[in-house]
């Protein structure tokens, strides 16, 4: 697959112009943890490691910013200009997915709709917010960035009913919270812009929290506490089923 500077798509330029543009007025010093420009070889690369095509928006994001840098990396503490420690780079993007799917284990016992229904229906098992599958390790997902290795956003190209292939997703494993983020990778920038825009002119309103030493919290985009114990739409006509006899 061959990129040119025509081909890149308007909207993911657009996008990220808006959040250099927030980041600049909020956050001005994570903006060199932005990585240059990833070559189209490397993305290519990325695909053929992984046997998935690519979203043309994330692929067009890639050729923006080639993920961001780790807030270690100078060797001391810098802000992150996303919610999270850094966006994987081509080769971490790789590396990284093929962790994650190293861990998938069928279990047909838990692997389930109904079981997944009573979970949430306990309210302290599993929060699920949108039409997102809670399989640890499935390799229906491309892991494109973390926080701590607890908190992962992942291209998810297996989507519950209503879902939408190549929807961002965060999950974070410890607390077994599973949140879409937007429907695709071009909405997920337009999200993160608008909230940073909205920082920008009034903090309090934002869902964002920003410190001004490690940038955005990864809270962003997290399931609200109000609706846990409460099903996604689709899970509403799904009778439970305990996993345990």
């Given at each position: 697959?061959t990129?040119?500077?025509?081909?890149?798509?308007k909207g993911v330029?657009e996008?990220?112009?808006?959040?250099?543009a927030?980041?600049?007025?909020?956050l001005?010093?994570?903006?060199?943890?932005?990585?240059?420009?990833?070559?189209?070889?490397?993305?290519?690369?990325?695909?053929?490691?992984?046997a998935?095509?690519?979203?043309?928006d994330f692929?067009?994001?890639?050729r923006?910013?080639?993920?961001?840098?780790?807030?270690?990396?100078s060797?001391?503490?810098q802000?992150?200009p996303?919610?999270?420690?850094?966006?994987?780079?081509?080769n971490?993007i790789?590396e990284?997915t093929?962790m994650?799917?190293?861990?998938?284990?069928?279990?047909?016992?838990?692997?389930?709709?109904q079981?997944?229904a009573?979970l949430?229906?306990?309210?302290?098992?599993?929060?699920l917010n949108?039409?997102?599958?809670?399989i640890?390790?499935?390799?229906?997902a491309?892991?494109?960035?973390d926080?701590?290795?607890?908190?992962r956003?992942l291209?998810?190209f297996?989507?519950?009913?209503?879902g939408?292939p190549?929807?961002?997703?965060?999950?974070?494993v410890?607390?077994?919270?599973?949140?879409?983020?937007a429907?695709s990778w071009t909405?997920?920038?337009?999200?993160y812009?608008?909230?940073?825009?909205l920082f920008?002119?009034d903090?309090?309103?934002s869902?964002?929290e920003?410190?001004?030493?490690?940038?955005?919290?990864?809270?962003w985009?997290s399931t609200?506490?109000?609706?846990?114990g409460?099903?996604?739409?689709?899970?509403?006509?799904?009778?439970?089923?305990?996993p345990c006899?």
């Amino acid at each position: 697959m061959t990129d040119t500077g025509a081909g890149v798509d308007k909207g993911v330029t657009e996008a990220w112009r808006r959040i250099e543009a927030g980041l600049s007025r909020v956050l001005p010093a994570s903006l060199r943890q932005l990585k240059a420009p990833a070559p189209v070889q490397a993305i290519d690369a990325v695909e053929a490691a992984l046997a998935v095509p690519l979203p043309q928006d994330f692929r067009a994001s890639l050729r923006i910013h080639n993920g961001t840098k780790w807030r270690y990396d100078s060797g001391q503490l810098q802000p992150s200009p996303v919610p999270l420690d850094y966006l994987y780079d081509t080769n971490e993007i790789i590396e990284m997915t093929r962790m994650w799917r190293a861990n998938y284990h069928p279990e047909p016992e838990w692997d389930d709709p109904q079981v997944w229904a009573y979970l949430v229906d306990q309210g302290e098992h599993l929060w699920l917010n949108g039409p997102v599958r809670p399989i640890i390790g499935s390799p229906g997902a491309v892991v494109v960035g973390d926080m701590n290795g607890d908190v992962r956003w992942l291209l998810d190209f297996d989507p519950a009913p209503g879902g939408t292939p190549g929807q961002v997703v965060r999950v974070d494993v410890e607390c077994a919270t599973w949140d879409v983020l937007a429907p695709s990778w071009t909405q997920l920038l337009v999200r993160y812009a608008e909230d940073l825009e909205l920082f920008a002119a009034d903090p309090d309103k934002s869902p964002l929290e920003i410190d001004r030493l490690a940038g955005p919290e990864c809270e962003w985009g997290s399931t609200p506490s109000d609706s846990w114990g409460v099903r996604p739409a689709w899970l509403q006509n799904v009778q439970a089923r305990s996993p345990c006899p």
